[in-house]
């Protein structure tokens, strides 16, 4: 259920209009009424005027700046003389010549409302350029909105305030319980901020959606505000990256300052990445300044205010968290994470209930049969789905919609994502199931490796069949022999689960494999981690080292030593490969009961997870 930008009050578009259209009638009615309205007087060339002076035929003149009227003298049977007008030329002489044949003359006073004329005439052009401007500017803005003329600098934030008719809640959202959880914990921060300022704690200032498109981000922010039943302005990163140096910067400023006049409230920054791209990945060219200046404006901003004078939670969101900015996840500001990820099953069930209230469902109608058949489908396309079946049913002049019509809906989708999603066959995933709990139960019985948070079947790119998810429980910058040992098991996990439990390897592990030799050949020759071959750095150079980066070049050795490190290597990892081997076949029933439940589920996480992996024991 999107929710819609609110609406320009229309009260404020015609108010803006009116005063342009009655400008122009001011305009108009200051050059043409007084030659409607005034009295219809002949006017003469100026050479029959002079003419009729000087024949002594005039016997008043009046001269206004741009006009002489003048009256003739009365022939005949006349009560008063005819009246003409003629233009003026520029003639000094005129009063002498009036004189010398005895002619009355005075010049007209200006009159009285010609400063209204001059006045209208100073102030309606710009008028006139201001609309058009206006009219461009919200066209290609958009969002030009309330603020009108003078908001280039300002926020184009669309606020969304409480009770608003599309309230979004928690209960529009569904298939990503995890996160879910973690931002009821944010809810009650804006609900009740005494509560934790009272005891002196701090309440987060950022927390950061990531995920993949079309899970949720965006819908999970505004449930929150719609929960917590406080004002949530959004403005997306993508908006920020404007042609004026400097925009993007006051935008943010302006923003913020907003938001604390409303707190408790909501910041939200979609596409965060738009603006937060690391500066040093910026490129070869140094970098977009317009963008770092926006990002520096954000920093400093979240830096500025304290939680206890203003509750303001900034929420953003990314599906592309690789590129943020270190600076931007540290503590004070986006210090928390939050995971949406794509559906498992069950998630997807809930979700398509969701959308099918919204549309006529047929008898037949099986969503648990449909979610079975949309593994890696996202909130979004599942969003879609519903939408494409009911535009099949519609079209087949259906009163209601039918499975059949999911069936043919679910081929166009999968159609339209391409590869995005993989289908697996049966076999493919029971296969992918043992691997994932093999990683997660190694992982959680070695040392060195992370808490195991998630494992799910559910495929995710091109690349993964499934994954399993390991956050590090702290910052990791020194690790010891054993704890690097314990990784590289964690890595053969699956590959050692698959060969116990089928007696045969497939290609899905080649990755792990990779990563464990490149570890194994970092202990041996850059951390000197192997006794044959002693405190030695093999590789070549010396750039600083990172756990991940992968072996670099060897320097120059004989094959002796070659030899002995490839050994060393071959060694450290076929020793791990047992210890993985052994651990699983310890906990050979365990293992079943998590992919039995991991297979119907197609993802475990969370406690649900934690309690399951506790129960493995070490060999
Ligand atoms: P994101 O911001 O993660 O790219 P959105 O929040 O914009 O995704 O999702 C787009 C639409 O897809 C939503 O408006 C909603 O209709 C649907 N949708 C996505 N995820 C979910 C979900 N978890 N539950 C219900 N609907 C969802
Ligand atoms: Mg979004
Ligand atoms: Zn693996």
Redesign the pocket.
């Known amino acids: 259920?999107?929710i819609k930008d609110k609406p320009t009050p229309p009260k404020f578009r015609l108010f803006n209009n009116i005063f342009l259209i009655l400008g122009v009638v001011f305009l108009a009615a200051s050059f043409i009424l007084p030659s409607i309205l005034g009295p219809k007087i002949p006017g003469v060339p100026y050479s029959l005027f002079i003419h009729q002076v000087q024949e002594g035929e005039v016997a008043r003149v009046q001269v206004s700046e741009n006009q002489i009227q003048y009256q003739l003298k009365p022939v005949a049977d006349e009560e008063a003389g005819q009246v003409f007008s003629t233009t003026p030329i520029f003639d000094l002489s005129l009063p002498k010549t009036l004189e010398a044949n005895g002619v009355e003359f005075a010049a007209t006073a200006p009159p009285k409302n010609r400063w209204v004329g001059s006045l209208l005439s100073w102030v309606i052009p710009p008028l006139i350029f201001v609309g058009i401007w206006q009219f461009f500017l919200r066209r290609s803005g958009g969002g030009g909105g309330p603020q009108g003329m003078l908001s280039i600098g300002k926020s184009k934030a669309k606020v969304y305030v409480e009770g608003e008719a599309a309230k979004i809640t928690f209960a529009?959202?569904?298939?990503?319980d995890e996160a879910k959880t973690e931002l009821v914990e944010i809810v009650d921060f804006l609900k009740t901020p005494e509560r934790y300022t009272q005891i002196g704690a701090h309440i987060p200032k950022g927390v950061l959606?990531v995920?993949?498109?079309?899970?949720?981000?965006?819908?999970?922010a505004k449930a929150v505000a719609g929960e917590a039943g406080v004002p949530f302005f959004s403005i997306s990163g993508s908006e920020f990256v404007e042609m004026f140096v400097g925009v993007g910067s006051s935008r943010v400023r302006d923003l913020f300052e907003q938001a604390k006049k409303q707190a408790p409230c909501i910041v939200f920054i979609?596409e965060l990445d738009a603006i937060g791209k690391s500066r040093s990945s910026s490129g070869m060219y140094g970098g977009n300044d317009e963008r770092e200046q926006t990002l520096n404006q954000l920093l400093s901003e979240m830096d500025g205010f304290a939680p206890e004078d203003a509750t303001v939670i900034v929420l953003a969101?990314t599906?592309r968290p690789e590129i943020l900015d270190p600076a931007l996840l540290r503590p004070g500001r986006f210090d928390r994470q939050v995971l949406?990820d794509r559906?498992a099953l069950s998630?997807r069930e809930?979700?398509l209930g969701?959308?099918a209230q919204t549309v006529k469902l047929g008898e037949d109608v099986d969503l648990k049969a449909i979610a079975t058949r949309t593994p890696g489908f996202?909130?979004?396309d599942?969003?879609n789905l519903v939408n494409e079946a009911a535009l099949l049913a519609a079209r087949n002049y259906r009163p209601a919609v039918a499975q059949a019509d999911f069936a043919e809906a679910i081929e166009r989708v999968v159609a339209g994502l391409e590869k995005k999603s993989r289908v697996l066959n049966d076999k493919e995933k029971k296969i992918v199931a043992y691997h994932e709990v093999g990683h997660a139960l190694v992982g959680s019985l070695m040392a060195g490796s992370g808490k195991v948070e998630k494992i799910s079947i559910v495929s995710r790119g091109m690349a993964a069949l499934g994954y399993t998810l390991q956050l590090p429980t702290e910052d990791r910058f020194l690790m010891d022999e054993a704890e690097l040992r314990g990784q590289i098991a964690t890595l053969l996990g699956g590959r050692s689960a698959e060969e116990i439990v089928f007696n045969s390897i497939t290609t899905g592990a080649s990755n792990d494999l990779q990563r464990a030799t490149d570890l194994a050949e970092q202990m041996v020759t850059a951390f000197g981690m192997s006794k044959v071959l002693g405190p030695l750095a093999y590789q070549q150079g010396s750039r600083p080292m990172f756990l991940d980066q992968g072996a670099s070049g060897r320097r120059t050795m004989s094959e002796e030593t070659a030899q002995a490190i490839d050994r060393e290597v071959k060694d450290i990892v076929e020793t791990a490969h047992q210890q993985a081997l052994e651990a699983i076949r310890h906990n050979r029933d365990l293992m079943e009961t998590i992919t039995m439940q991991l297979l119907e589920t197609e993802a475990i996480e969370g406690q649900t997870l934690h309690h399951l992996l506790d129960q493995a024991s070490p060999a």
């Open positions: 259920m999107p529009d959202v569904a298939g990503v959606l995920g993949p498109p079309g899970t949720g981000k965006t819908l999970l979609d969101a599906n949406v559906p998630g809930a979700i969701i959308h996202a909130g979004a599942l969003a």
